[in-house]
T-cell receptor
Framework: GQNIDQPTEMTATEGAIVQINCTYQ??????LFWYQQHAGEAPTFLSY??LDGLEEKGRFSSFLSRSKGYSYLLLKELQMKDSASYLCAVLDSNYQLIWGAGTKLIIKP | TAGITQAPTSQILAAGRSMTLRCTQD?????MYWYRQDLGLGLRLIHY???????GKGEVPDGYSVSRANTDDFPLTLASAVPSQTSVYFCASSELAGPGLYGYTFGSGTRLTVV
């Protein structure tokens, strides 16, 4: 079967750095997405990785290792508004998106 | 504001009743999707449409039907609601079939409670 694993919840301090991990076992791979979802709101696109390595976008970076079936989302200089759930999703060989359950990130002052 | 509009925002529905969740987009996207989101689970695809006039079944289609009469609208119908259909429903769209490089655009969701 296909599986996406993420930690259920993480806590970090305002101004710090946090890394949210995602491991996947899917039938094929055509890219990995990260989304942010604030409570009661729609998911919004953060990043897309299809090649190995680090993609940086301001305070957010996303890393992919296809050989390890592993990705992480790195958030720097955390702000209170970063409190949200972060969803990892993999595009499989049938071009279907397989979603993880999400990681709830709690930011403390 | 451009994007996806879903209605209603929330609804309490008696079991056995039917209901249509509305979804309208103004981005002229070809593909549209319906997902449900349940606590502890990833988003699960119910139905999708790659272009107007065509629809397909996703991972959890039972108990749901869709139509795509035009590009902008993609309603989701529950013919006879059951409590297990209590969930948050998200409509999404993409310019072409599949998420491309920028993923899907999501609506704000409909919170449905079946009692």
């Amino acid at each position: 079967g296909q599986n996406i694993d993420q930690p259920t919840e993480m806590t970090a301090t305002e101004g710090a750095i946090v890394q949210i991990n995602c491991t996947y076992q899917t039938s094929g791979f055509n890219g990995l997405f990260w989304y942010q979802q604030h409570a009661g709101e729609a998911p919004t696109f953060l990043s897309y990785n299809v090649l190995d390595g680090l993609e940086e976008k301001g305070r957010f970076s996303s890393f992919l290792s296809r050989s390890k079936g592993y990705s992480y989302l790195l958030l720097k200089e955390l702000q209170m508004k970063d409190s949200a759930s972060y969803l990892c999703a993999v595009l499989d060989s049938n071009y279907q998106l397989i979603w993880g359950a999400g990681t709830k990130l709690i930011i403390k002052p | 504001t451009a994007g996806i509009t879903q209605a209603p925002t929330s609804q309490i529905l008696a079991a056995g009743r039917s209901m249509t969740l509305r979804c309208t987009q103004d981005m002229r996207h070809n593909a549209m999707y319906w997902y449900r989101q349940d606590l502890g689970l990833g988003l699960r695809l119910i139905h999708y449409s790659n272009t107007a006039g065509t629809t397909g079944k996703g991972e959890v289609p039972d108990g749901y039907s869709v139509s795509r009469a035009n590009t902008d609208d993609f309603p989701l119908t529950l013919a006879s609601a059951v409590p297990s259909q209590t969930s948050v429903y998200f409509c999404a769209s993409s310019e072409l079939a599949g998420p491309g490089l920028y993923g899907y655009t999501f609506g704000s969701g409909t919170r449905l409670t079946v009692v």
